[in-house]
């Protein structure tokens, strides 16, 4: 830790009048923001006088795409090849089975699309008879 000297010429110099005027002059100066095109001009002038050598920038400029290119390529791979599907030949038993399961899935839908026709419900109203004449007592209470 340093330690802290006191120096009682400088604290008289700095209290001094000429040191408290440009104090003021200081504060009142407005603090200007740098411009964007400064900044811009300024970036463009460090960038001539060191210039980057031609592999740098031409790595620089590649990379991005070709890690783009590379992930997509990966992705395509692992959509087209997913582990675990196999296109095994039907067997018989496998056949009968997988037609269950579509008949279970199919089922299955019907019951989750919930209030609404069914296929075979839409086949049974738009039939060309007169539906009128075919009303109940029971029909009538529910209007």
Request: aromatic share 6%; hydrophobic share 40%; net charge neutral.
């Amino acid at each position: 830790m340093k330690k802290k000297e006191f120096h009682p010429e400088l604290d008289a110099l700095l209290k001094s009048e000429s040191q408290q005027a440009i104090r003021q002059v200081v504060k009142a100066v407005p603090e200007d923001e740098l411009s964007l095109a400064w900044r811009s001009g300024l970036n463009e002038r460090l960038r001539q006088i060191r210039p980057q050598p031609r592999w740098r920038t031409t790595i620089g400029r590649t990379w991005k795409p070709v890690v783009g290119l590379a992930l997509a390529g990966c992705l395509a791979l692992a959509i087209t090849f997913k582990p675990g599907m196999s296109d095994a030949p039907v067997s018989r038993g496998n056949l009968e089975a997988s037609l269950v399961n579509a008949y279970n899935d199919s089922a299955n839908v019907e019951d989750l699309v919930g209030a609404g026709l069914s296929v075979r419900e839409v086949g049974d109203t738009t039939l060309k008879s007169d539906s009128s004449s075919q009303w109940t007592e029971a029909d009538l209470s529910y209007l």
